[in-house]
């Protein structure tokens, strides 16, 4: 023990873990807590001077209480001396050495059963199942061989090798990895708009446990002991946690070993991806705002009847901005479809980073039919700076998709409750006299629009000019972002086709930090006391 590092260690296992137990022991020996306090602190002092010289020591425990041992003896021994010199010394006034070794057997009894409980805890099922029921149950070899469908030669031989296992491990200064005591951290996202394959409740993988699982096993693989003992949590709870997560597909099990099932992108991968994103992302801001109100002024000049006027301007500049976003990754090769069907939960992962900061994303919900009007769409952008009090649909059932477009053309629902649905997602109010639709409703005869009318031509070819301009520059940070990805996820993410995650939300990444700074420019303004469901609501029909 002549590193300094490894010395200062073990000090602090000493203090950590026998100080207590030898004041505790000094006490007893002395019966005052003045005279046990100096000669712990005697112990110590001695203990720290030993510990240059303590190389080749095979038990520390034995060690230190070797140590506490002699040290009370010289303490009796000086005692002793001293009230002989006095009249009314009385022999029996200090305790016997028997005595003090019957206090120290009995703390090095604890501090070994301890160690056998903590020992048990880290050892495998099979084995740590034999040894309980064997040594703690009193179970003959013949009955577990019996209950467990084994031959007696092989419980003999586990047990053997348990007993080996418990040993060896009780003469070892075991230590917890960090994560047992600095957990870490990382922001989980979900790739798609479900959770799991059975609609289980995302908090069910989101917990800080599963969390440092995954980032323990994430760049190879490790066994349930390894995690156990990196995260600080007993085998048998382990071993349940790590069943649970293979069962929904987050984790890998080949031979005993677990390896993350999804890709979890690295501080530095998002940092790198983020400085990409800064330098344009005010470029594309303006591009896009630019777009929508050229937008305006030619569709109100060749369309009039473009939009149905159930929004504001303002409003509508909510789906506007999230319908150019998205629809510049649309067909993206490789990002929707390529993802394995036994993959339950489509979710990736990123380290946590300032450079990233609070976001507020943008996403889609939607894919509403109609019966009577097929060719109807409705889509719902869902923003996650509005806060909302009540609740709205992820979509639309068919009934209530014909009563809003019935009420949009200004026919009469034939279904009332599905109108009244409507109004409890704020997407219509009454006014008193009618229903009024309070989403945003285009036409989409304006797709049939003729560019090349010379009336139309000179501002849709400024329109598309800066429509591609912004794509341009979203595609150039999406490529770039891809190959810091690509280099950065281990191999067996990569061979299973799970990167496919890891680029889906990465456009989601991307349009949330353009969205963001979309709305730190002001050009998106919300009440945030109103009721504010119906922004990013949007009916397509001709």
Known sequence: ?????????????????????????????????????????????????????ASGVNSFSAWVWKIASNRYSAWAKQKKLKRDKEENWDYEDTPLMQESEDVLQELQYEEQLALMRRELAFIRGDYRKIIVEHYINGITVSQISENLSQPIGTVKAKLHRA??????????????????????????????????????????????????????????????????????????????????????????????????????????????????VDN????????????????????????????????????????????????????????????????????????????????????????????????????QYVFSNIKLDKYRPGYLSTDEMDALVLLVKGGAPMDESAVHRLVEYGYVNWDGEKYVPRVAVLNTAIQDIDVDDKNVSTKAMELNAEINGAKALYREVLDYAKKQIEGSIPDHIVQNGLQSNSLERLIGLLSDMIFTEVEQKGILVHNPTADNRHLGAMLDIQ
Not at 5 to 13: P, S
């Open 280 to 379: 344009v992302k005010g470029h594309i801001v303006e591009k896009l705002d630019k777009t929508i109100e050229l937008f305006y002024e030619l569709m109100d000049e060749v369309m009039p009847d473009w939009d149905y006027g159930f929004q504001t301007r303002e409003e509508l500049k909510w789906a506007m901005f999230a319908e150019l976003l998205f629809s510049f990754s649309a067909g993206e090769d490789g990002v929707v479809d390529n993802v394995p069907n036994k993959v339950k939960w489509h979710i990736v992962g990123y380290e946590k980073t300032e450079s990233v900061g609070a976001l507020h994303g943008v996403g889609l919900n939607g894919g509403s039919k109609s019966k009577i009007f097929p060719k109807a769409r409705f889509l």
């Open 163 to 276: 007993r080996k296992m418990i040993k060896e491990g009780m003469d070892m200064t075991r230590e917890f990895g960090k994560r047992s005591y600095d957990p870490g951290d990382i922001i989980l996202v979900n790739a798609r708009p479900f959770y799991g394959n059975e609609g289980e409740r995302w908090e069910i993988i989101n917990r800080l446990l599963y969390k440092n699982i995954y980032l323990h096993a994430y760049d190879a693989p490790c066994t349930a002991q390894d995690l156990a003992i990196e995260l600080g949590v007993a085998l048998p709870y382990m071993e349940e946690e790590l069943a649970f997560l293979v069962k929904e597909g987050l984790l890998a099990e080949k031979g005993g070993e677990y390896v993350t099932n999804f890709a979890i992108l690295t501080a530095d991968t998002v940092a790198s991806i983020v400085d990409k």
């Open 1 to 53: 023990m002549n590193d300094n590092d490894n010395i200062y260690r073990v000090w602090l296992v000493f203090c950590n873990e026998y100080l207590e137990k030898v004041f505790y022991y000094c006490l007893k020996r002395t019966g005052s807590p003045d005279e046990a306090e100096e000669l712990t602190q005697d112990i110590a002092i001695n203990v720290m001077s030993s510990l240059q010289s």
